[in-house]
């Protein structure tokens, strides 16, 4: 019998040692301990996660390949297929943030590529903690800078994403990267071992001692100890994924290939039993012919290892040499260490002695499984309470530091405004503090200070580049192009994650719509704290059953992804974060539709209808540092109508400019609607809402609330007719709003001016906010 | 005209060069594999942009001894045009087939962006299709393109007129504001002696096509393709060319640019109209 404190190193229960014990009819060597350990982990079996998982709706007429493989793939036309995953690096990128960024870029590259398809676009979501903290300026520098070393590396375009900023990711931040690829869809290739005696080979990278042990601290909470773990996080080597991506396309190319597998997480383990499970066949290899970068490994340590840029692949019997002399081109070493068997099992050798034998099915569909136990956490009843009568909207912005980022002009103007308003009532420009706080907020701000450091325009497809809603590249070779977004709001979710996620699945089908896109399927990475909390385990079957809700009605079936589970230190959770990627279809790449506007004198449309909610906005956590209330409502029939018309009236190019209402409401999205284009500026006007008896705080409800569903979109004087018409055949709400033009912001609730500002100030503090936070450490 | 496009195992902007040289351009084109000391009979070479191999211990520092590099050398040393962009002009450098080094950008860190460019020089086979003062809407995207050459070099350098693009301010005045990386002298582009080897950090290759966001680097593709078109053999042309100032080039276009141009360079018209809807989309 094993020692309690060796099975709690190996992150296994009693309980599960039995299992095992049971499975072998035998006690394991230190070996297979290894192997169970790491295949048992959250991270591989996801054992917590699996039976809400399979709720998921994964099937449609679009549908390539669901979940299971490396990575999803969507039927996009041509032949062709759109073969995409999200995945995260969160615990690795907080232990060291450079190579953890790096290497989870690297990790979704190997997914993708694995399929057969060419990578050619990256996004990724990024949570961390509040930007004036020095730790959350490294993380984001470090993090930002590991994203850009791989991906510009090896050239693939990083077209888009998202980051935000709130303290329960301090000790936590998250990095989701996704990866987008192209493939013939006759050709999508598999990761599967079958054909007895067909040779199993290994090429890439020598395995050495990082990352032992990996998943498995990432199936673990982190507390003050976290630092040690440095040794568990992988080193990255760009150059040699590129040859690797280069040779293993030209090897699919052939038809010499069976199957392929990256070895993330649990290396050689994984993918050995993984390929061996899904070909229903067994593989045998042997350790010794693994090729090694450091001496006296053994084969617990070979079978464990997390080294990067690292192939498995089965080849069929009598084509060795053809592959040989593919990866001898690009300078790689392809070498032959076992064989497809017929009896299921994972069988390891050291220099041809058995060091591990154990039923494939042992580790993977027979995994633990569990149905861990749930319970609404108590602060969510009263997280939802919201009194806006209650609140002051002027009353948090009377000092300097309220207003953080603002430079200090604009900070002498909005303190003269502020102390003006209180003396008698609202005045034009009197919210100009406001809109410029939240425009401010690193959340809401520009990220160009990140998203120029990532090369977006290599491979010569980006037709739109981050900054300007959702991602679009081009197909070369067709009329073709692919919108992809990733969205996700922690704050909704922590409030009520149900609806959360909901909104997450609307919000970036929403933003590839705006782009003109068809949404077509959907990929979700889904990050939470310890599911053994009971409470932790509500806020995840609450939220994997409203992405299900959302998919189902908006047409995006999830075609994979991953979890991230433990996401915590010392106790304390993140917010309940699912990161929802979304891809969509254009049929005209040259159809392509931004948020900007495009020429003064256009008519300004407001497609949905706002209620004025404020439950957990940008406008609340800035203005006074509360996260509470109820998200916004999500009508997802609404939504899908939405959609559906934004797509139409981007093929009918009725639309010059659209862009999504989120993060800081209609203000702030009409305000960005002006910003990178040379200042055209815009009037607009709207109607009060009534949510509160001040009637302040009606006008800052109308101005920043977040209702969902709504879009801004810019049209022709001409074509303002047509695009009310179609908006009223679809059953959407439509209403002009005002007009472009002038160089200032100016926006009216009620009939009376509220915010005029000029665009030029108002997006030098949006464009500069997060260059101002990072060059802090310097001061 | 036939376009060789040298492949180093971690080239990652040959495909880009490619579809520029034929989809867009509508000319010959050939990868030229690092390995193979064989040009394939091209008529102008590109280094295109990427990270040779790996770069781990100086940008461009290995690909100096790839077998395709002797061949490359040899060809310009006839007076065959190459063209090194980011990684190539790196290349170029490390090679000693230009002057200069790279350092870390200034701010230490990787941008990608457009940046504009000033047309400091004519007389090269890459920018005979372009206006000296011209302004050109480029993107760069590199971590080391910080331009630096000791000061007898880099006088040298002016004294020849090798600097043949300059970052600068939308309006082409010098301002270091402007100046993405800290360049010696704000250099985004230089020529050899000989005037047939360039480099440049700017990528032309991402600024073809409307629908990328600009179409200033066809002045550059433009130019090589005319220069091509108006003699059979490139190289003595490409030398006759050299004797002709800038100054005098600027003067016989300036009163009615296009019919001027058209006239001197058949693809120089082209390469106009092309900038021209440039500037007017929407």
Request: include cysteine; proline fraction near 5%; charge should be negative.
């Given at each position: 019998?094993?020692?309690?404190?060796?099975?709690?190193?190996?992150?296994?229960?009693?309980?599960?040692?039995?299992?095992?014990?049971?499975?072998?009819?035998?006690?394991?060597?230190?070996?297979?301990?290894?192997?169970?350990?790491?295949?048992?982990?959250e991270h591989c079996s996801y054992k917590s996660s699996r039976v809400h998982l399979k709720t998921l709706p994964s099937d449609g007429?679009q549908v390539l390949q669901g979940p299971g493989e490396n990575a999803g793939a969507v039927?996009?036309?041509?032949?062709?297929a759109a073969v995409f995953k999200i995945e995260s690096h969160n615990h690795?990128s907080?232990?060291?943030?450079?190579?953890?960024?790096?290497?989870g870029v690297?990790g979704i590259i190997?997914d993708i590529?694995?399929m057969?398809?060419?990578?050619?676009a990256l996004l990724n979501s990024l949570r961390?903690?509040?930007?004036?903290?020095?730790?959350?300026?490294?993380?984001?520098?470090?993090?930002?800078?590991?994203?850009?070393?791989?991906?510009?590396?090896?050239?693939?375009?990083?077209?888009g994403g998202e980051i935000s900023?709130?303290?329960?990711y301090?000790?936590n931040p998250l990095v989701n990267v996704f990866c987008l690829g192209?493939?013939?869809?006759?050709?999508?290739?598999?990761?599967?071992?079958?054909?007895?005696?067909?040779?199993?080979?290994?090429?890439?990278?020598?395995?050495?001692?990082?990352?032992?042990?990996?998943?498995?601290?990432a199936s673990?909470?982190?507390?003050?100890?976290?630092?040690?773990?440095?040794?568990?996080?992988?080193?990255?080597?760009?150059?040699?994924?590129?040859?690797?991506?280069?040779?293993?396309?030209?090897?699919?190319?052939?038809?010499?290939?069976?199957?392929?597998?990256?070895?993330g997480a649990?290396?050689?383990?994984?993918?050995?039993?993984?390929?061996?499970?899904?070909?229903?066949?067994?593989?045998?290899?042997?350790?010794?012919?693994?090729?090694?970068?450091?001496?006296?490994?053994?084969?617990?340590?070979?079978?464990?290892?997390?080294?990067?840029?690292?192939?498995?692949?089965?080849?069929?019997?009598?084509?060795?040499?053809?592959?040989?002399?593919?990866?001898?081109?690009?300078?790689?070493?392809?070498?032959?260490?076992?064989?497809?068997?017929?009896?299921?099992?994972?069988?390891?050798?050291?220099?041809?002695?058995?060091?591990?034998?154990?039923?494939?099915?042992?580790?993977?569909?027979?995994?633990?499984?569990?149905?861990r136990?749930m319970?609404?956490?108590?602060?969510?009843?009263?997280?939802?309470?919201?009194?806006?009568?209650?609140?002051?909207?002027?009353?948090?912005?009377?000092?300097?530091?309220?207003?953080?980022?603002?430079?200090?002009?604009?900070?002498?103007?909005?303190?003269?405004?502020?102390?003006?308003?209180?003396?008698?009532?609202?005045?034009?420009?009197?919210?100009?503090?406001?809109?410029?706080?939240?425009?401010?907020?690193?959340?809401?701000?520009?990220?160009?200070?990140?998203?120029?450091?990532?090369?977006?325009?290599?491979?010569?497809?980006?037709?739109?580049?981050?900054?300007?809603?959702a991602g679009?590249?081009?197909?070369?070779?067709?009329?073709?192009?692919l919108a992809m977004s990733v969205d996700g709001n922690g704050r909704y979710c922590y409030?009520d994650p149900y609806r959360g996620a909901m909104l997450a699945v609307a919000e970036a089908a929403r933003n590839v719509a705006?782009?003109?896109a068809?949404p077509l399927g959907a990929t979700n990475c889904l990050n939470f704290g310890?599911p053994?909390?009971?409470?932790i385990m509500w806020q995840f079957a609450r939220a994997v059953e409203g992405i299900g809700a959302a998919c189902r009605a908006l047409d995006v079936p999830i075609t994979g992804g991953n979890v991230s589970l433990y996401n915590?230190?010392?106790?304390?959770a993140i917010y309940p974060t699912p990161t929802i990627g979304v891809v969509g279809?254009?049929?005209?790449?040259?159809?392509?539709?931004?948020?900007?506007?495009?020429?003064?004198?256009?008519?300004?449309?407001?497609?949905?209808?706002?209620?004025?909610?404020?439950?957990?906005?940008?406008?609340?956590?800035?203005?006074?540092?509360?996260?509470?209330?109820?998200p916004?409502?999500l009508?997802l029939?609404?939504e899908h109508?939405?959609q559906?018309?934004?797509?139409?009236?981007?093929?009918?190019?009725?639309?010059?400019?659209?862009?999504d209402?989120s993060?800081?409401?209609?203000?702030?999205?009409?305000?960005?609607?002006?910003?990178?284009?040379?200042?055209?500026?815009?009037?607009?006007?709207?109607?009060?809402?009534?949510?509160?008896?001040?009637?302040?705080?009606?006008?800052?409800?109308?101005?920043?609330?977040?209702?969902a569903?709504?879009?801004?979109?810019?049209?022709?004087?001409?074509?303002?007719?047509?695009?009310?018409?179609?908006?009223?055949?679809?059953?959407?709400?439509?209403?002009?709003?005002?007009?472009?033009?002038?160089?200032?912001?100016?926006?009216?609730?009620?009939?009376?001016?509220?915010?005029?500002?000029?665009?030029?100030?108002?997006?030098?503090?949006?464009?500069?906010?997060?260059?101002?936070?990072?060059?802090?450490?310097?001061? | 005209?036939?376009?060789?496009?040298?492949?180093?195992?971690?080239?990652?902007?040959?495909?880009?060069?490619?579809?520029?040289?034929?989809?867009?351009?509508?000319?010959?084109?050939?990868?030229?594999?690092?390995?193979?000391?064989?040009?394939?009979?091209?008529?102008?070479?590109?280094?295109?942009?990427?990270?040779?191999?790996?770069?781990?211990?100086?940008?461009?520092?290995?690909?100096?001894?790839?077998?395709?590099?002797?061949?490359?050398?040899?060809?310009?040393?006839?007076?065959?045009?190459?063209?090194?962009?980011?990684?190539?002009?790196?290349?170029?450098?490390?090679?000693?087939?230009?002057?200069?080094?790279?350092?870390?950008?200034?701010?230490?860190?990787?941008?990608?962006?457009?940046?504009?460019?000033?047309?400091?020089?004519?007389?090269?086979?890459?920018?005979?299709?372009?206006?000296?003062?011209?302004?050109?809407?480029?993107?760069?995207?590199?971590?080391?393109?910080?331009?630096?050459?000791?000061?007898?070099?880099?006088?040298?350098?002016?004294?020849?007129?090798?600097?043949?693009?300059?970052?600068?301010?939308?309006?082409?005045?010098?301002?270091?504001?402007?100046?993405?990386?800290?360049?010696?002298?704000?250099?985004?582009?230089?020529?050899?002696?000989?005037?047939?080897?360039?480099?440049?950090?700017?990528?032309?290759?991402?600024?073809?096509?409307?629908?990328?966001?600009?179409?200033?680097?066809?002045?550059?593709?433009?130019?090589?393709?005319?220069?091509?078109?108006?003699?059979?053999?490139?190289?003595?042309?490409?030398?006759?060319?050299?004797?002709?100032?800038?100054?005098?080039?600027?003067?016989?276009?300036?009163?009615?640019?296009?019919?001027?141009?058209?006239?001197?360079?058949?693809?120089?018209?082209?390469?106009?109209?092309?900038?021209?809807?440039?500037?007017?989309?929407?």
């Amino acid at each position: 019998m094993i020692d309690p404190p060796v099975l709690e190193r190996h992150g296994l229960t009693p309980d599960e040692y039995d299992r095992i014990v049971q499975f072998l009819g035998r006690e394991p060597n230190p070996t297979e301990l290894g192997i169970f350990s790491v295949m048992w982990s959250e991270h591989c079996s996801y054992k917590s996660s699996r039976v809400h998982l399979k709720t998921l709706p994964s099937d449609g007429p679009q549908v390539l390949q669901g979940p299971g493989e490396n990575a999803g793939a969507v039927d996009i036309g041509d032949g062709l297929a759109a073969v995409f995953k999200i995945e995260s690096h969160n615990h690795p990128s907080f232990i060291e943030p450079y190579q953890g960024a790096a290497t989870g870029v690297g990790g979704i590259i190997r997914d993708i590529f694995t399929m057969g398809a060419r990578p050619i676009a990256l996004l990724n979501s990024l949570r961390f903690g509040p930007l004036e903290s020095r730790g959350t300026r490294r993380l984001v520098e470090g993090v930002v800078a590991g994203i850009a070393g791989y991906g510009n590396s090896i050239g693939i375009p990083t077209v888009g994403g998202e980051i935000s900023f709130e303290p329960s990711y301090a000790d936590n931040p998250l990095v989701n990267v996704f990866c987008l690829g192209i493939a013939r869809a006759s050709d999508i290739v598999k990761g599967v071992a079958s054909g007895a005696g067909n040779p199993v080979y290994y090429v890439g990278a020598k395995t050495g001692r990082d990352g032992i042990h990996g998943a498995t601290m990432a199936s673990a909470e982190f507390d003050e100890k976290s630092a040690d773990k440095r040794p568990a996080v992988q080193v990255g080597d760009p150059f040699m994924e590129k040859l690797l991506l280069e040779a293993c396309l030209e090897v699919m190319r052939t038809d010499a290939l069976v199957g392929i597998q990256d070895m993330g997480a649990a290396g050689l383990t994984c993918s050995t039993t993984e390929m061996g499970s899904r070909g229903g066949a067994g593989v045998e290899i042997d350790v010794a012919l693994v090729p090694q970068r450091e001496t006296g490994m053994t084969p617990y340590e070979i079978m464990l290892s997390e080294s990067q840029e690292r192939m498995l692949l089965v080849v069929k019997r009598g084509r060795e040499n053809e592959v040989e002399r593919i990866f001898d081109k690009w300078d790689l070493h392809a070498v032959h260490i076992g064989q497809v068997t017929a009896d299921g099992m994972l069988r390891v050798k050291d220099r041809g002695q058995v060091v591990a034998e154990i039923p494939n099915r042992a580790l993977t569909d027979e995994a633990p499984l569990y149905e861990r136990p749930m319970t609404e956490p108590a602060y969510v009843a009263e997280a939802q309470k919201l009194d806006l009568d209650a609140l002051d909207c002027l009353a948090e912005a009377s000092t300097l530091e309220d207003l953080g980022a603002l430079d200090r002009s604009a900070k002498a103007f909005a303190l003269h405004s502020v102390a003006d308003g209180r003396a008698r009532g609202l005045q034009p420009g009197d919210l100009n503090s406001v809109l410029l706080s939240i425009l401010g907020s690193p959340t809401v701000a520009s990220k160009r200070w990140v998203y120029r450091q990532y090369d977006h325009m290599v491979r010569t497809n980006t037709i739109n580049p981050p900054g300007l809603g959702a991602g679009v590249v081009r197909i070369k070779a067709t009329d073709r192009a692919l919108a992809m977004s990733v969205d996700g709001n922690g704050r909704y979710c922590y409030l009520d994650p149900y609806r959360g996620a909901m909104l997450a699945v609307a919000e970036a089908a929403r933003n590839v719509a705006c782009a003109g896109a068809r949404p077509l399927g959907a990929t979700n990475c889904l990050n939470f704290g310890n599911p053994e909390r009971p409470a932790i385990m509500w806020q995840f079957a609450r939220a994997v059953e409203g992405i299900g809700a959302a998919c189902r009605a908006l047409d995006v079936p999830i075609t994979g992804g991953n979890v991230s589970l433990y996401n915590e230190t010392d106790g304390r959770a993140i917010y309940p974060t699912p990161t929802i990627g979304v891809v969509g279809l254009l049929e005209r790449a040259d159809h392509v539709v931004s948020r900007r506007f495009q020429e003064a004198g256009d008519a300004v449309i407001l497609l949905g209808d706002s209620r004025g909610e404020l439950g957990g906005s940008e406008y609340l956590k800035v203005m006074h540092d509360l996260v509470r209330g109820m998200p916004p409502a999500l009508d997802l029939d609404v939504e899908h109508r939405l959609q559906t018309l934004l797509v139409t009236l981007a093929a009918e190019r009725l639309m010059r400019s659209a862009h999504d209402c989120s993060d800081g409401g209609l203000a702030v999205t009409v305000a960005e609607c002006c910003f990178d284009t040379s200042r055209i500026g815009v009037e607009i006007s709207i109607d009060r809402v009534q949510v509160a008896r001040e009637s302040r705080m009606n006008v800052c409800a109308a101005l920043f609330g977040e209702s969902a569903s709504r879009v801004v979109v810019s049209v022709v004087p001409d074509d303002v007719i047509a695009v009310l018409e179609r908006a009223a055949a679809a059953d959407v709400p439509a209403r002009v709003v005002g007009r472009t033009g002038g160089e200032r912001l100016r926006m009216g609730v009620g009939g009376q001016i509220v915010i005029d500002q000029s665009v030029d100030d108002a997006e030098r503090v949006w464009s500069t906010a997060i260059e101002q936070y990072v060059a802090k450490r310097v001061a | 005209m036939r376009f060789g496009i040298a492949v180093f195992p971690g080239s990652n902007c040959d495909e880009d060069a490619f579809h520029a040289a034929r989809d867009v351009l509508g000319q010959d084109a050939e990868y030229l594999w690092h390995k193979d000391a064989d040009l394939k009979g091209a008529d102008v070479v590109i280094l295109p942009g990427g990270f040779a191999h790996g770069d781990y211990l100086r940008t461009g520092a290995m690909a100096r001894f790839s077998p395709i590099m002797t061949e490359v050398r040899a060809f310009a040393d006839r007076g065959g045009p190459v063209l090194g962009i980011c990684n190539g002009f790196q290349i170029l450098l490390e090679s000693g087939l230009l002057p200069g080094a790279m350092l870390r950008n200034r701010g230490l860190k990787y941008r990608c962006e457009h940046v504009h460019l000033r047309v400091e020089q004519i007389d090269t086979p890459f920018t005979s299709a372009a206006r000296a003062g011209q302004v050109l809407r480029i993107p760069i995207g590199h971590g080391e393109g910080n331009y630096f050459a000791p000061s007898e070099m880099l006088q040298r350098i002016e004294a020849n007129r090798q600097v043949i693009l300059r970052y600068a301010d939308p309006e082409g005045r010098l301002d270091d504001a402007w100046n993405p990386n800290g360049s010696a002298n704000a250099i985004a582009g230089l020529c050899n002696e000989a005037r047939n080897v360039v480099g440049m950090m700017p990528h032309p290759e991402r600024a073809c096509e409307a629908l990328l966001g600009s179409v200033d680097g066809r002045a550059i593709f433009d130019s090589i393709v005319g220069a091509f078109r108006s003699a059979d053999q490139p190289s003595p042309r490409l030398r006759r060319s050299a004797m002709a100032s800038a100054e005098a080039e600027r003067l016989a276009l300036q009163p009615s640019v296009v019919g001027a141009a058209g006239n001197r360079h058949p693809s120089l018209s082209m390469g106009r109209s092309a900038s021209l809807s440039a500037g007017r989309s929407r």
